[in-house]
């Protein structure tokens, strides 16, 4: 049973507008008393709080709520299940001895997850991936250090995330990058470990049409790439900020990123994600 003091209690830990109290307080009663939604959401909490955290990238494949939960279910299923989190995230913190600062950083973070669909692309509820995410910072696998995220993915993998609107700096990405270093090694314990990133930034398309001047072409050559699946929704979703398009000749033009892809798009040219690995540590 999803109680009430507990979202009153997660509302509150992560400082998140009660104005949606009310939409948690429904939601909470339609999953308690629908078995069969109650079981699906039951197994999928066991998964994403409670099993081998390696078992949550394979949630990544679902786009619609509909393909965790069932038909026709409430659109803020995704916000309780990020909430009933937490607990395990502030004992999480405190296993990992974070400071102040990090400690900050994640309820920020988990705020954002929480709040940024309703409030920036006006859904009803917030999507898959938004619940994932926060899930990544509820279980404290996510340090995150001057302009970039750092997930502790295993003993010898530490995965590179660059959060949407950075400013990729070069001096400040390998500021960052020296500084997870000790971080990483003192909060988990991890020695001989490499650097990871996979994202639309590495994209060889990209790179061929940026100015070789710029942070992202100067990020790309930090990384040995080779190329991974396409990429076309993930620059949909962070460079033009929607989920999909079925006309290209409507995309804005309001940067130079912007008009540089928007013109490829239209030729034809499929844009295919990077997969890189850092070339020091």
Not at 23 to 35: D, P, S, T, V
Not at 144 to 161: A, C, R, T
């Amino acid at each position: 049973m999803i109680d009430r003091d507990i979202i009153d209690e997660a509302l509150n830990f992560y400082n998140i507008d009660l104005q949606y109290r009310d939409k948690c307080y429904n939601c909470a009663e339609e999953i308690n008393k629908k078995g069969k939604l109650s079981l699906s959401f039951s197994n999928l909490y066991k998964k994403l709080y409670i099993e081998e955290y390696t078992k949550i990238k394979d949630l990544w494949q679902y786009k619609d709520i509909d393909e965790l939960f069932g038909d026709n279910v409430n659109p803020f299923i995704t916000n309780i299940m990020v909430l009933l989190g937490y607990n395990y995230h502030r004992e999480n913190m405190q296993q990992y001895n974070f400071d102040a600062t990090q400690i900050n950083i994640h309820k920020k973070r988990v705020k954002e997850c929480f709040e940024s669909d309703l409030k920036i692309r006006r859904r009803d509820g917030i999507r898959v991936s938004q619940m994932l995410w926060a899930i990544y910072f509820i279980r404290t696998r996510i340090v995150e250090i001057g302009s970039l995220q750092f997930e502790y993915y295993s003993n010898s993998i530490v995965k590179i995330h660059i959060p949407k609107n950075t400013n990729l700096n070069i001096f400040s990405v390998k500021e960052s990058i020296k500084k997870a270093t000790i971080k990483m090694k003192k909060n988990y314990s991890i020695k001989d470990f490499k650097y990871i990133c996979n994202s639309w930034l590495l994209s060889k398309q990209i790179y061929e049409i940026i100015d070789e001047n710029s942070n992202i072409s100067k990020f790309h050559d930090l990384f040995d790439v080779t190329e991974g699946e396409e990429c076309i929704n993930n620059i949909l979703n962070f460079v033009y900020g929607i989920d999909k398009c079925e006309d290209y000749s409507l995309l804005p033009t309001n940067t130079t990123l912007q008009s540089r892809i928007k013109i490829e798009l239209l030729n034809g040219k499929i844009f295919y994600l990077g997969l890189g690995v850092l070339k020091y540590k």
